[in-house]
C-alpha cells in the first residue's frame, strides 16, 4: 500500500529548526505536491521521506510500516531529483536497469521492465545512448524511467522540471500527469511553482517557514484561501490586496482616503482589515472602484492591464481584448463572492 503518514515531523539542524511540526495524511494513489518559497523546508521533507535525512521528532509511517529507522533502499520508494543523478558512462538500458541490477533480478526481468518503461516513455530509440548524448527533456525521462523500472509504492519527485525550458516543462509537465494516470501510484512531489503544482495534484499542501499554511484540492486554495500568504502564493498573476478600514460594513477606506464600495460586508465584521481581488475578477464597469491605466498587454486571448488605484499599481486581467489606452480613467467591478477578506497584514515577500 502506498500510503505515506508524516505524523509531526520536526526536523533540526544543529540547533536551528526548519520543520516545527508538520503532519500530513497521504493515500494510496494520491498526487500530492509540496509548495512553497524557497527555504520553507518542503526538500528537507521530502528527503526524510526517502530516508536522506534523520528525522529529529515525529513518526514517518510508509504502508504500514514506521520507517524512521529504515535504510532508504528498503523504503519502497523512487526518487527522481532535480539533477536528473544519471550516470554518465552507462547508456540509457544501463542506467535504467541499475537499481535492479543491485537488487539482484533477473537479466530476463530487468530487460523486460526497462523495456516495457522506455515504451511507456518513449524512450525506445534512446536506449543505447549516453545521457550527454541525450537532450534535458530525454534525461529527465530517464530519470523517470529509472525510478519506474523499480515499481515502487511511493515516488518521490524533487523538482523534477526545474531544469528544463519553459515550453518543454510544460510538455513534461503533462507527460508526469498522464504517467500518474495510468500507473496510479502514490507520488509526493516538491516544487516552488504553484502552477506545476496546482495543475498536478489531487492535493497541494503550501508550505511557509517550516509550518504547513494550508492543504487542500487545488481549487479550494484558489478559491478559499485560508490565509493572506495562501491568496498571495497561488494565482497568477497574484492577488491584488488593499489594506484599510471599513467605515461602515461596505465602505472600505484607504490610507490615502480613497474609499471602495464593497458589493458584500466582511463577513467578520473587522474593523480594519485586509481585501483582495484576483486580476480575473476584475470586471471594467462604467461605474465602481477608480483606476487608471498605466500599461496595456495583450496576448490575442486576454488582456492585462497594470492600472493606479489610490496611490498603488493593481493588476487586472480581462477575458478577450479591450480598447482601452494607457491613461485612461477605468471603473472597476467585482462580483460578491468573489472578494477576500483577512486581517490586516503586511503582504507577504513571495519568492
Ligand atoms: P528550495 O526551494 O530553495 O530548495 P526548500 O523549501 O526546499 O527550498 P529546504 O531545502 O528544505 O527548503 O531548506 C529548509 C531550510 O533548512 C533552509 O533554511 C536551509 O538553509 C536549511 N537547510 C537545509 N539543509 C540543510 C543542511 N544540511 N544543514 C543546515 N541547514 C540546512
Redesign the pocket.
Known amino acids: 500500500m502506498g500510503t505515506v503518514q508524516i505524523r509531526d515531523v520536526r526536523k533540526s539542524?544543529?540547533t536551528?529548526e526548519?520543520l516545527h511540526g508538520v503532519s500530513i495524511d497521504i493515500e494510496d494513489g494520491e498526487f500530492v505536491a509540496l509548495v512553497?518559497?524557497?527555504?520553507?523546508?518542503?526538500?528537507?521533507?521530502l528527503r526524510m521521506i526517502a530516508g536522506l535525512e534523520d528525522i529529529t521528532a515525529g513518526e514517518i509511517v510508509i504502508g504500514d510500516r514506521v520507517v524512521n529507522d529504515v535504510a532508504p533502499k528498503d523504503r519502497d520508494i523512487a526518487m527522481v531529483f532535480q539533477n536528473y543523478a544519471l550516470y554518465p558512462h552507462k547508456n540509457v538500458r544501463d542506467n535504467m536497469g541499475f537499481a535492479l541490477r543491485q537488487r539482484r533480478v533477473s537479466k530476463r526481468e530487468i530487460t523486460e521492465r526497462v523495456e516495457e518503461a522506455a515504451r511507456i516513455l518513449g524512450l525506445e530509440p534512446l536506449l543505447d545512448r549516453k545521457p550527454r548524448q541525450l537532450s534535458g527533456g530525454q534525461r529527465q525521462r530517464v530519470a523517470m524511467g529509472r525510478a519506474i523500472v523499480r515499481n515502487p509504492n511511493v515516488f518521490l519527485f524533487d523538482?523534477p522540471l526545474s531544469n528544463l525550458d519553459a515550453k518543454l516543462r510544460v510538455q513534461m509537465r503533462s507527460e508526469i500527469k498522464e504517467l500518474h494516470q495510468r500507473l496510479k501510484t502514490t507520488t509526493i512531489y516538491?516544487t516552488?511553482d504553484q502552477i506545476e503544482a496546482m495543475t498536478l495534484a489531487d492535493r497541494v499542501v503550501v508550505?511557509n517557514g517550516g509550518v504547513i499554511e494550508q492543504v487542500g484540492a487545488p481549487l479550494d486554495l484558489y478559491d478559499r484561501p485560508a490565509s493572506l500568504f495562501v491568496a498571495a502564493f497561488i494565482g497568477s498573476p497574484p492577488m491584488n490586496f488593499f489594506e484599510g478600514d471599513f467605515v461602515d460594513p461596505t465602505t472600505f477606506a484607504l490610507a490615502d482616503g480613497t474609499r471602495l464600495k464593497l458589493p458584500v460586508p466582511d463577513p467578520k465584521g473587522r474593523r480594519h482589515g485586509t481585501i483582495g481581488v484576483r486580476p480575473e475578477h476584475f470586471t471594467l464597469e462604467q461605474s465602481g472602484w477608480p483606476a487608471t491605466v498605466s500599461v496595456v498587454e495583450p496576448t490575442g486571448s486576454e488582456t492585462q492591464i497594470t492600472a493606479r488605484l489610490a496611490g498603488r499599481s493593481i493588476r487586472v486581467l480581462i477575458r478577450g481584448r479591450t480598447a482601452t489606452r494607457p491613461g485612461e480613467a477605468i471603473h472597476l467591478g467585482v462580483e460578491p463572492e468573489l472578494i477576500h477578506f483577512f486581517d490586516a497584514a503586511p503582504v507577504p515577500a513571495l519568492a
Open positions: 539542524f544543529g536551528f526548519v512553497g518559497p524557497s527555504g520553507c523546508g518542503k526538500s528537507t521533507l523538482e516538491v516552488h508550505m
